[in-house]
């Protein structure tokens, strides 16, 4: 595994795309493109793209007639999208303030990044303002921490071992599970046309070390968190007995995940 504290500041991301990407963030990628019936020839921004696996969705399905453009705050997240995706023109850039002219695009996309913006009400209008007029967006964050058990165990773990900041840190992707709240985030934005879904989709990790390894080694020190290996290993080795009963005979962890998707138009 690269050392995520290695100076090239790409190590976290690299980590985040071989296991978060196809165990979670791929699997999520058609179901938010399908909200926002993503058609040939339109323009899209995915912001806070990470290393782009909404944004890849996208470029497939508005094809070589459409355009496509991938925005996020960390350079590392943006070098791994640019080594998959060198086609995608990839910005750097922040969810508040974004880079872009009035009415750029068709579509604007969000998949599990506006949690973590510190202005959302800001992020929110800022996403309708590029749009062209009826133009849509589709977002989509976790649903409370509660409704994923499995991230549950590995947030209390972690807690006990490496104190309230790491578990802090964890806790943070579920800081927008209250869908009600999402709605009226977009609606006091200027938004028309807001519905809020609630969706499950399977999240499947090669095994429960890898889900910990995912989020110690990937998420925790994009967030400027970094643990040394001896907890790591203790982390792990909770975890993996708490989540016993989800591991598969294969040895893959495989467990419900449910996110809210919402939809809208400018």
């Known amino acids: 595994m690269t050392d995520p504290t290695a100076p090239d500041g790409v190590a976290h991301a690299r980590v985040y795309d071989a296991l978060l990407v196809p165990a979670e963030f791929a699997r999520w990628a058609p179901r938010v493109a399908d909200a926002a019936r993503l058609a040939a020839g339109e323009r899209v921004l995915d912001v806070a793209c990470g290393t782009g696996a909404l944004t890849r969705e996208a470029a497939r399905r508005v094809g070589p007639r459409g355009t496509v453009a991938g925005l996020d705050v960390d350079p590392g997240m943006l070098t791994v999208a640019g080594e998959r995706a060198p086609e995608i023109a990839w910005r750097q850039g922040t969810a508040e303030r974004l880079p872009f002219g009035d009415a750029a695009f068709d579509v604007v996309l969000c998949q599990f990044g506006l949690m973590f913006v510190p202005d959302r009400a800001a992020a929110a209008r800022e996403m309708l303002r590029v ?4 133009g849509r967006v589709a977002v989509a964050v976790w649903d409370r921490l509660e409704r994923t058990p499995a991230y549950a165990a590995l947030v209390d773990v972690t807690a006990g071992v490496a104190g309230a900041p790491a578990a802090d840190a964890l806790r943070a992707p579920f800081a927008m599970g209250d869908r009600a709240a999402l709605g009226a ?40 968190i970094a643990l040394d290996a001896e907890r790591v290993e203790a982390i792990a080795a909770e975890t993996e007995r708490r989540l016993a009963r989800h591991v ?17 138009r400018r």
């Open 185 to 224: 985030l977009f609606a006091a934005a200027g938004a028309r046309e807001v519905a809020v879904t609630t969706q499950t989709a399977p999240s499947d990790f090669p095994g429960v070390r890898a889900l910990v390894e995912s989020e110690l080694r990937g998420w925790l020190p994009a967030a400027g």
């Open 131 to 134: 749009l062209v007029g009826g």
């Open 248 to 264: 598969a005979a294969d040895g893959r962890l495989r467990f419900p995940s449910s996110a809210h998707v919402l939809t809208a």
